[in-house]
């Protein structure tokens, strides 16, 4: 087995967090910003801390495996034999589908795709999901119904700059990525968020809706856009089909009513609609606030509705745009890692899709299996074998107590990791695997630019990357070595092609292009195309070239407030730690900052319950209880309280979080739901 060759000296790279994927330089083990479009010159905290993961005492670094209840080390040899003879043994037993996998939007594109091919082909199961489907699967489906194609932003970050207004809908990257913050500098920002954020701080004008309303305040907005002439006709006409049918139902929003719903007020409503339709150049941008909601591709759809009203999206300086969150979370999403999906955003119920991937891999189209389902469905059908790589489902996961059940129900769990994540810390057998600057690999940031990691410094003795792993892993399930490259840029090449001709197509971009620094946005389908970072400037990617206005109307949370629960609980990010934090968690200064779980509470709320700022609480939902430390916040709405959903153990924000499904997404509705707070 060989790992990528270190590169010795200094390398420019990009952060192994968040989705804007900023550009640093690291010599050794220290990191200096470094300029790049995303985020020109600025690192924030998580950024600046990242090499510390590098040599981290929490470090990975060699298999283990449970015997007598406990994980002791192990061979590669001994653990992958294990896995693959325990895999054998279930499938036999209980069929192919019983053995399931569970990927993450960090992974790069290399590892996205051949874990989606080591499922159908090694495995043969239909159970493969990622956690991204819990961070972005809203967007995309909304984007996918209006503009034919999902690409987060479809412009690049750096056209913000010559925004006039920007409405930015349940997002703070204030906090979750700093340096973003600086392309709204000149823009009239307007941020919709039931919190006061670090972000809202900055607006010239805050929206704070009552929780699980957003979609009615886009519809008002809406009714205002078009009942105050802000409508572009031109544009609706020209560029949209299916407005009639979604003023219909707009119609019936006007902004008192709105407000009754929301709490914003009618005049704020037709603010916003006569700021955005008198700008030159406006954008509309929504993130995971009002995303991870029971119906949040309908509310992403409503925010489409509004833009699309105002003629923003694919007019140049204009548009549209939800930010990803995730490092990979756009390439994670295009290459087979979700359960109907096969790569280039391929679908896996469509045949000449199946046939086209099929040829690439070299087997019979009718092997490949049928879609499976979605990630918190997959972990509630309680799969006998799973294996997890990049994910720490057993935190980042809704109804936590529900998934910590099935993980300790299964009879075989594997995670591939860095670090021994609390998910990790469940399994049968823990595989310790390359991180960021130790391989090779491909991402693809927020506004759908491919951007080339290289290894930088060499891994600990013991550890493999995850295309070894799976490798190993498929040459012991009986496939031919030669099937599962461990190669990065050799599993690119082969990607390639696999993309050629879907809506994400990679098949002109390769290595040499991205090391001599060319900016590729997809789709890019020949190595002569410049690449795309602008779409649908001439035509959305639906076959006629318009794109489609949603008829959704307002129906409110899944769980609303009652007498016994009768607060609303929300969940989200700090600028210190990201995702489930089992990273983060790890670098003494991020702790040192942020060291425990917390809950935001309204004084007036927190003396209700017998709280002070600093006490410990309890928030208790229908589905469990967390532990967490008050602090007192007046400028939260007296009827919310926050959690980070960083911490582990009783401090897990997902023990109250709501698994209710988007009917179209399967997101499930994080974001919302009913609580009630205690003195703990
Ligand atoms: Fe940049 Fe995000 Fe990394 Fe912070 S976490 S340095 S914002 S890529």
């Given at each position: 087995?060989?790992?990528?060759?270190?590169?010795?000296?200094?390398i420019?790279?990009?952060?192994?967090?968040?989705?804007?994927?900023?550009?640093?330089r690291?010599?050794?083990?220290?990191?200096?910003?470094?300029?790049?479009?995303?985020?020109?010159?600025?690192?924030?905290?998580?950024?600046?801390?990242?090499?510390?993961?590098?040599?981290?005492?929490?470090?990975?670094?060699?298999?283990?495996?449970?015997?007598?209840?406990?994980?002791?080390?192990?061979?590669?040899?001994?653990?992958?034999?294990?896995?693959?003879?325990?895999?054998?043994?279930?499938?036999?037993?209980?069929?192919?589908?019983?053995?399931?996998?569970?990927?993450?939007?960090?992974?790069?594109?290399?590892?996205?795709?051949?874990?989606?091919?080591?499922?159908?082909?090694?495995?043969?199961?239909?159970?493969?999901?990622?956690?991204?489907?819990?961070?972005?699967s809203?967007?995309?489906?909304?984007?996918?119904?209006?503009?034919?194609?999902?690409?987060?932003?479809?412009?690049?970050?750096?056209?913000?700059?010559?925004?006039?207004?920007?409405l930015?809908?349940?997002?703070?990257?204030?906090?979750?990525?700093?340096?973003?913050?600086?392309?709204?500098?000149?823009?009239?920002?307007?941020?919709?968020?039931?919190?006061?954020?670090?972000?809202?701080?900055?607006?010239?004008?805050?929206?704070?809706?009552?929780?699980?309303?957003d979609?009615?305040?886009?519809?008002?907005?809406?009714h205002?856009?078009?009942a105050?002439?802000?409508?572009?006709?031109?544009?609706?006409?020209?560029?949209?089909?299916?407005?009639?049918?979604?003023w219909?139902?707009?119609?019936?929003w006007?902004?008192?009513?709105?407000?009754?719903?929301?709490?914003?007020?009618a005049?704020?409503?037709?603010?916003?609609?006569?700021?955005?339709?008198?700008?030159?150049n406006?954008?509309?941008?929504?993130a995971?606030?009002?995303?991870?909601?029971?119906?949040g591709a309908?509310?992403?759809?409503?925010?489409i509705n509004?833009?699309l009203?105002?003629?923003?999206?694919?007019?140049?300086?204009?548009?549209?745009?939800?930010?990803?969150?995730?490092?990979?979370?756009?390439?994670?999403?295009?290459?087979?890692?979700?359960?109907d999906?096969?790569?280039?955003?391929?679908?896996?119920?469509?045949?000449?899709?199946?046939?086209?991937?099929?040829?690439?891999?070299?087997v019979?189209?009718?092997?490949?299996?049928?879609?499976?389902?979605?990630?918190y469905?997959?972990?509630?059908?309680?799969?006998?074998?799973?294996?997890?790589?990049g994910?720490?489902?057993?935190v980042?996961?809704?109804?936590?107590?529900?998934?910590a059940?099935?993980?300790?129900?299964?009879?075989?769990?594997?995670?591939?990791?860095?670090?021994?994540?609390?998910t990790a810390?469940?399994?049968?057998?823990?595989l310790?695997?390359?991180?960021?600057?130790?391989?090779?690999?491909?991402?693809?940031?927020?506004?759908?630019?491919?951007?080339?990691?290289?290894?930088?410094?060499?891994?600990?003795?013991?550890?493999?990357?995850?295309?070894?792993?799976?490798?190993?892993?498929?040459?012991?399930?009986?496939?031919?070595?030669?099937?599962?490259?461990?190669?990065?840029?050799?599993?690119?090449?082969?990607?390639?092609?696999?993309?050629?001709?879907?809506?994400?197509?990679?098949?002109?971009?390769?290595?040499?292009?991205?090391?001599?620094?060319?900016?590729?946005?997809?789709p890019?389908?020949?190595?002569?195309?410049p690449?795309?970072?602008?779409?649908f400037?001439?035509?959305?990617?639906?076959?006629?070239?318009?794109?489609?206005?949603?008829?959704?109307d307002?129906?409110?949370?899944?769980?609303?407030p009652?007498?016994?629960?009768?607060?609303?609980?929300?969940?989200?990010?700090?600028?210190?730690?990201?995702?489930?934090?089992?990273?983060?968690?790890?670098?003494?200064?991020?702790?040192?900052?942020?060291?425990?779980?917390?809950?935001?509470?309204?004084?007036?709320?927190?003396?209700?319950a017998?709280l002070?700022?600093?006490?410990?609480?309890?928030?208790?939902?229908?589905?469990?209880?967390?532990?967490?430390?008050?602090?007192?916040?007046?400028?939260i709405r007296?009827?919310?309280?926050?959690?980070?959903?960083?911490?582990?153990?009783?401090?897990?924000?997902?023990?109250?979080?709501?698994?209710?499904?988007?009917?179209?997404?399967?997101?499930?509705?994080?974001?919302?739901?009913?609580?009630?707070?205690?003195?703990?």
């Amino acid at each position: 087995m060989t790992i990528a060759a270190p590169v010795t000296g200094t390398i420019d790279t990009h952060c192994p967090y968040c989705a804007l994927q900023c550009g640093m330089r690291l010599t050794g083990k220290t990191v200096e910003p470094r300029e790049f479009p995303t985020n020109r010159g600025g690192l924030c905290q998580k950024g600046w801390t990242s090499a510390a993961l590098l040599d981290s005492p929490g470090r990975l670094t060699e298999p283990l495996v449970r015997v007598d209840g406990e994980l002791r080390p192990a061979t590669w040899d001994r653990a992958l034999d294990l896995v693959a003879n325990r895999v054998i043994e279930i499938q036999a037993t209980h069929g192919r589908d019983a053995v399931a996998v569970f990927g993450g939007g960090g992974l790069t594109n290399e590892k996205s795709y051949l874990l989606g091919k080591f499922a159908r082909v090694a495995l043969g199961t239909s159970r493969i999901d990622y956690n991204g489907r819990f961070c972005m699967s809203s967007a995309a489906a909304a984007g996918t119904r209006a503009f034919g194609m999902d690409r987060g932003l479809p412009f690049p970050v750096s056209d913000l700059r010559g925004a006039d207004a920007v409405l930015l809908v349940g997002g703070n990257p204030a906090e979750t990525m700093p340096p973003f913050v600086q392309h709204l500098r000149d823009a009239e920002l307007i941020v919709v968020d039931p919190r006061r954020s670090a972000t809202a701080e900055l607006a010239a004008l805050h929206l704070q809706p009552a929780p699980g309303t957003d979609l009615a305040l886009a519809l008002g907005i809406l009714h205002a856009v078009v009942a105050d002439g802000h409508l572009r006709h031109d544009y609706v006409a020209e560029r949209t089909t299916g407005f009639d049918e979604v003023w219909r139902i707009a119609a019936t929003w006007w902004p008192e009513r709105v407000e009754r719903v929301t709490g914003v007020a009618a005049a704020d409503q037709r603010s916003v609609a006569a700021l955005l339709a008198g700008a030159t150049n406006a954008y509309v941008l929504t993130a995971r606030g009002t995303e991870q909601h029971a119906r949040g591709a309908d509310m992403v759809g409503a925010w489409i509705n509004l833009a699309l009203a105002l003629g923003l999206p694919g007019r140049p300086g204009s548009g549209f745009g939800c930010l990803t969150g995730q490092g990979n979370g756009q390439g994670g999403r295009e290459h087979g890692q979700k359960a109907d999906q096969l790569p280039g955003y391929r679908r896996l119920d469509d045949p000449a899709a199946r046939a086209h991937v099929a040829a690439v891999w070299g087997v019979d189209p009718d092997s490949l299996p049928r879609p499976g389902v979605s990630a918190y469905e997959l972990l509630d059908e309680n799969p006998r074998g799973l294996l997890v790589f990049g994910s720490n489902i057993a935190v980042s996961a809704p109804h936590a107590n529900r998934v910590a059940r099935a993980l300790s129900d299964a009879d075989l769990l594997v995670v591939a990791d860095v670090v021994m994540s609390e998910t990790a810390a469940m399994a049968d057998v823990v595989l310790p695997v390359a991180q960021w600057a130790e391989e090779d690999g491909t991402l693809t940031n927020l506004e759908g630019r491919l951007l080339l990691r290289r290894a930088a410094v060499r891994p600990p003795a013991g550890v493999r990357t995850d295309l070894e792993v799976l490798h190993g892993l498929a040459a012991r399930l009986g496939q031919p070595a030669e099937r599962f490259p461990v190669d990065a840029e050799e599993v690119f090449d082969e990607l390639r092609r696999a993309s050629a001709g879907g809506l994400a197509d990679y098949s002109g971009v390769t290595y040499a292009r991205l090391r001599d620094g060319e900016a590729l946005h997809w789709p890019v389908p020949s190595t002569d195309h410049p690449g795309t970072p602008r779409a649908f400037l001439d035509r959305f990617a639906h076959p006629d070239g318009k794109a489609r206005f949603a008829p959704v109307d307002h129906s409110g949370p899944d769980e609303p407030p009652d007498e016994e629960f009768p607060l609303q609980a929300t969940t989200g990010r700090v600028l210190q730690h990201y995702q489930s934090g089992a990273q983060t968690r790890l670098v003494p200064e991020l702790v040192a900052a942020v060291p425990e779980a917390y809950v935001e509470v309204h004084p007036d709320t927190a003396a209700r319950a017998g709280l002070g700022h600093g006490d410990l609480a309890h928030v208790v939902s229908r589905r469990g209880t967390v532990r967490a430390r008050v602090r007192c916040v007046p400028t939260i709405r007296v009827d919310l309280v926050f959690l980070p959903f960083h911490f582990p153990g009783d401090g897990r924000a997902n023990l109250l979080t709501n698994p209710a499904l988007d009917p179209t997404s399967r997101m499930p509705e994080f974001k919302v739901c009913a609580v009630r707070l205690e003195a703990a």
